[in-house]
């Protein structure tokens, strides 16, 4: 399968904040910088691929990732996603808890639901006409 392309202007913007002030990307690099982090990217994935399928499993969690730095040499990075695991993790247990709403709660039939899916869907389609 063909890897999509990454966002030239993007990763220039990115690797941009972590250049010294006066410092800048030239253009001519950032196509460089984009295949850069395609092959890191594909590195990675492909070592936490093969943790997971060790391991029996079928979904890449974030500790795979962190075992997959380790195990490529990069234990600065492995630290640092850690740290920001632990961070989000913080920060979601601070989020209040949305209230799951089942269908049985809504006071509608099946076929009441099936309707007003419908015109959502029209209304949809149509707004994405104009």
Excluded: W
């Excluded at 590195?43 to 730095?69: F, M, N, W």
């Excluded at 195990?71 to 808890?97: D, H, I, T, V, W």
């Amino acid at each position: 399968a063909a890897m999509a392309e990454l966002p030239k202007a993007k990763v220039a913007k990115l690797a941009q904040r972590f250049l010294p002030p006066g410092m800048k990307l030239s253009t001519k690099s950032a196509p460089v910088m984009c295949d850069l982090l395609k092959e890191f990217l594909q590195l990675v994935a492909g070592e936490a691929q093969d943790i997971v399928e060790k391991s029996k499993g079928g979904r890449i969690l974030p500790h795979h990732i962190i075992a997959a730095l380790q195990n490529l040499g990069f234990p600065e990075y492995a630290k640092a996603m850690e740290e920001e695991l632990r961070r989000l993790q913080e920060a979601g247990k601070k989020r209040p808890k949305m209230k799951k709403r089942k269908l049985g709660d809504t006071g509608l039939s099946m076929e009441q639901l099936e309707a007003k899916q419908a015109r959502l869907f029209a209304e949809a389609k149509e707004a994405m006409k104009n």
